[in-house]
C-alpha cells in the first residue's frame, strides 16, 4: 500500500518546492474560508498552482457551493483538482464536470456521526475522490477543515471499506498517530497542515519526518 500525502495549507512557491521534494503527491491550497489557517489570495493559488510539476495534484479548497461559482473559481486559479469542503447548495457535480474537463472533483465529508457514512456513499456516486475531515458545518461560523482534532476513525475505516471511490484522512493527522490512523483506516491519502508548521511556516524538518513515519507505517 502506497499511501498518498496531501500537504495543505501551502502558502508560496517554495513551500510547495519543499513538501514535493520530500515526495507530496497532492499540494493543498486555501481560498476564502469562514475560519481555518492557509487562507491564500486567488492570484497566488494560480501561481503555486503553475509551478507545480505535472504529476502533483494541485487542490483548491473552495468553500463555495453554488457549481458555477466553483468553476469560475476554479479558471481563475487553474487547479487540476477542486475540493469542495461545504455541501453543494446550486447545480450539480455533472454540471461541473462538463465545464471543467480533465479536473478532478474531491467532496469534503465532516465526520460527525453515522450520517456521515451515508453521506459518503452516496456522493462517492459523483466525485472522483472523498476527503474525511473533522470540521462542523452547522456552527454559527463554519469549520470547513484546519481544526486540528481527530474524529472516529472506526467511522472513516467503514466509509473507506464501502466507498467506491479513493478515500483521503484529515484531521488532527501528527507524526506520532500517523502509523495508528493509516493502519486503523487504510485510507487512500493523508491529509495534514498544522503539524508540519514552525511559527506558521512549513517546517522542512517535520515534513521530513513525517514522510519517514509514512513510509514506515
Known amino acids: ?17 519543499i513538501a514535493v ?24 493559488i494560480a501561481e503555486i498552482a503553475a ?3 505535472p504529476a502533483v495534484a ?12 466553483i468553476v469560475e473559481q476554479q479558471k481563475r486559479c487553474g487547479t487540476n483538482t477542486v475540493q469542495i469542503c461545504d455541501h453543494l447548495v446550486t447545480g450539480s457535480y455533472a454540471q461541473m464536470r462538463r465545464a471543467m474537463p480533465g479536473v478532478k472533483l474531491v467532496q469534503v465529508v465532516h465526520v460527525t456521526g453515522g450520517e456521515s457514512i451515508e453521506e459518503a456513499r ?21 469549520e470547513l477543515g484546519g481544526t486540528g482534532r481527530t474524529h472516529d476513525w472506526d467511522m472513516s475505516r467503514r466509509i473507506v471499506e464501502s466507498a ?28 495534514l497542515c498544522s503539524s508540519l508548521r ?12 513525517f514522510m519517514r513515519a509514512v513510509r514506515e507505517a
Open 1 to 17: 500500500m502506497n499511501t498518498r500525502i496531501k500537504v495543505c495549507c501551502i502558502s508560496s512557491v517554495d513551500e510547495a518546492r
Open 21 to 44: 521534494r520530500h515526495g507530496a503527491a497532492a499540494l493543498g491550497l486555501v481560498s476564502a474560508m469562514p475560519s481555518g489557517p492557509g487562507v491564500i489570495d486567488e492570484a497566488l
Open 51 to 53: 509551478s507545480a510539476p
Open 58 to 69: 494541485t487542490f483548491l479548497l473552495t468553500s463555495l457551493q453554488d457549481a458555477d461559482a
Open 122 to 142: 452516496r456522493v462517492a456516486t459523483e466525485v472522483d475522490a472523498i476527503l474525511l475531515d473533522s470540521g462542523n458545518q452547522k456552527l454559527a461560523v463554519k
Open 164 to 191: 467506491a471511490v479513493p478515500v483521503f484522512l484529515a484531521g488532527g493527522l501528527r507524526r506520532d498517530n500517523i502509523a495508528d490512523a493509516i493502519r486503523q483506516v487504510r485510507p487512500f491519502g493523508v491529509d
Open 198 to 209: 514552525t511559527d506558521g511556516a512549513l517546517d522542512e524538518a517535520k515534513v521530513a519526518e
